[in-house]
């Protein structure tokens, strides 16, 4: 066969190109040239979308990292503690008071709506400090497993959850139809929609020691109230709450809602939890937020005696929960009566920095209680004196309870415009213990700040 001269069949090639109409070529072009727009335009927006995601992952500080860090020496680093924890009134020595997930301490005026006020008398204060980290607490039980780990910044120890499994605090036998529980829960960055959440199960066992195996799920005939925790949301990836109440094996309730308070994504991955309990009536703050406000939740007649902790699986196995400064408290307090009528005040629901004269945010339900008397009764005068435990010297407490005092008087007057002149101060440091300096629980006790009328 005779062969074309390439040049020739170029001509030919051109030549059939030009017996294409010219309107088949243009609709060639012109779709050719919108799916090039349109996967330009995707890429803009998926890179916009990227960038902004971005940005926001990028501002998450570093919440819990479960291992120990090396310090510059290459020693291992737990943080500085004290026998507080992060719920206390604020321990005596000077530690870490950054929180991870929080650029800084809130404010007073953030807690404006907040109306939470601690038990009269701390029977728990539970930081794991008594027990080794890499070891399971000795006073807990499980069917499940965890270990206690340091957070970098955080004081105290926290007890690491991944697994299927409940965690019973044996300690905590009675739970009275006046208290208030406390508990701080981290998680870790991008925690997966997929992954379990979080259960706190007030609950009635016959048999503490082996019954609380059973409450993974509410079964016939179960006593309960279930707090449910998950720090990621579908949708708008808010975290989410709800509280199940189980009354003689039947749901009495169930109500669900999203919150930013614990919500990973959002880069809210640490949440103080505050439980009252005021006989049938149930509140519940995560941080400055009151998520829940249920009066029949708790039932007549039924002996509460014990708080379950519940993990289930996780979707993703880099996924886990940290637990700690768990706090328990007895007692409804009297603010007006006790005031006014018997003439002084003991609290212990001013709470300050580790080491530090600085009021926490956690503090402004007690303090607004204060001040409503304060202003309810305009001509009365009070001498405030502040408390501490027996860590450290003598000398460095008394002056830290002055301090506090002080502190505690400037908050009363530029929060809450009591006039300064209507407040004394004093500090008494460890002389005056209200209770045993022996214990976790006796040393909260013994951080107070007394209201003296004058």
């Given at each position: 066969m005779k062969k074309i001269h390439p040049i020739l069949a170029a001509v030919f090639l051109i030549t059939g190109i030009t017996q294409l109409s010219a309107q088949t070529l243009g609709d060639r072009v012109l779709n050719n040239t919108k799916n090039t727009l349109e996967r330009r335009v995707e890429q803009k927006v998926d890179k916009t979308v990227n960038k902004g995601v971005d940005k926001v992952e990028n501002k998450v500080d570093?919440?819990?990292?479960?291992?120990?860090?090396?310090?510059?020496?290459?020693?291992?680093?737990?943080?500085?503690?004290?026998?507080?924890?992060?719920?206390?009134?604020?321990?005596?020595?000077?530690?870490?008071?950054?929180?991870?997930?929080?650029?800084?301490?809130?404010?007073?005026?953030?807690?404006?709506?907040?109306?939470?006020?601690?038990?009269?008398?701390?029977?728990?204060?539970?930081?794991?400090m008594q027990d080794a980290v890499g070891d399971f607490p000795a006073k807990w039980n499980t069917n499940g497993s965890g270990e206690l780990v340091t957070i970098d910044g955080s004081t105290g120890h926290w007890l690491k959850v991944n697994k299927n499994g409940n965690y019973l605090p044996e300690f905590i036998t009675e739970l009275p139809e006046n208290f208030t529980f406390e508990f701080d829960i981290v998680c870790n960055e991008n925690f997966s929609f997929y992954s379990s959440g979080f259960n706190v199960n007030?609950?009635?066992?016959?048999?503490?020691?082996?019954?609380?195996?059973?409450?993974?799920?509410?079964?016939?005939?179960?006593?309960?109230?279930?707090?449910?925790?998950?720090?990621?949301?579908?949708?708008?990836?808010?975290?989410?709450?709800?509280?199940?109440?189980?009354?003689?094996?039947?749901?009495?309730?169930?109500?669900?809602?999203?919150?930013?308070?614990?919500?990973?994504?959002l880069g809210n991955n640490k949440v103080h939890v505050s439980v009252w309990r005021q006989k049938n009536r149930l509140r519940v703050y995560f941080n400055e937020e009151k998520v829940w406000d249920l009066p029949r939740a708790f039932q007549d007649g039924v002996k509460y005696n014990g708080i379950v902790f519940h993990n289930s699986d996780m979707n993703n196995s880099e996924d886990y929960y940290l637990l700690s400064n768990l706090r328990l408290a007895v007692g409804a307090p009297d603010t007006r009566s006790k005031l006014i009528t018997e003439g002084k005040l003991v609290t212990r629901g001013i709470q300050f920095e580790s080491g530090s004269d600085k009021v926490k945010a956690e503090s402004y339900g007690t303090l607004k209680e204060i001040a409503t008397v304060l202003k309810e009764n305009p001509t009365v005068r009070v001498k405030i004196v502040g408390h501490t435990d027996s860590d450290g010297d003598d000398a460095t407490n008394l002056d830290l309870s002055k301090r506090r005092a002080e502190a505690v008087k400037k908050a009363l007057s530029t929060e809450f415009g009591i006039d300064a002149s209507r407040l004394e101060t004093d500090g008494k440091g460890e002389s005056q213990p209200a209770d045993a300096n022996t214990t976790p629980a006796g040393k909260a006790n013994n951080r107070r700040v007394e209201f003296i009328k004058l």
């Open positions: 570093s919440a819990a990292k479960g291992e120990k860090k090396k310090d510059k020496k290459g020693n291992n680093s737990s943080g500085n503690t004290d026998n507080s924890g992060n719920s206390g009134s604020g321990g005596n020595n000077s530690g870490g008071s950054s929180e991870p997930g929080k650029s800084s301490a809130p404010s007073l005026k953030t807690y404006g709506k907040y109306d939470f006020v601690p038990g009269e008398k701390v029977v728990v204060q539970e930081d794991f007030f609950v009635k066992m016959t048999k503490p020691g082996s019954e609380f195996v059973k409450w993974a799920r509410f079964g016939d005939g179960e006593e309960g109230v279930r707090l449910y925790m998950h720090p990621t949301g579908a949708g708008n990836r808010e975290g989410t709450t709800n509280v199940r109440v189980i009354h003689e094996g039947k749901e009495l309730i169930k109500n669900e809602l999203g919150t930013s308070q614990f919500a990973a994504h």
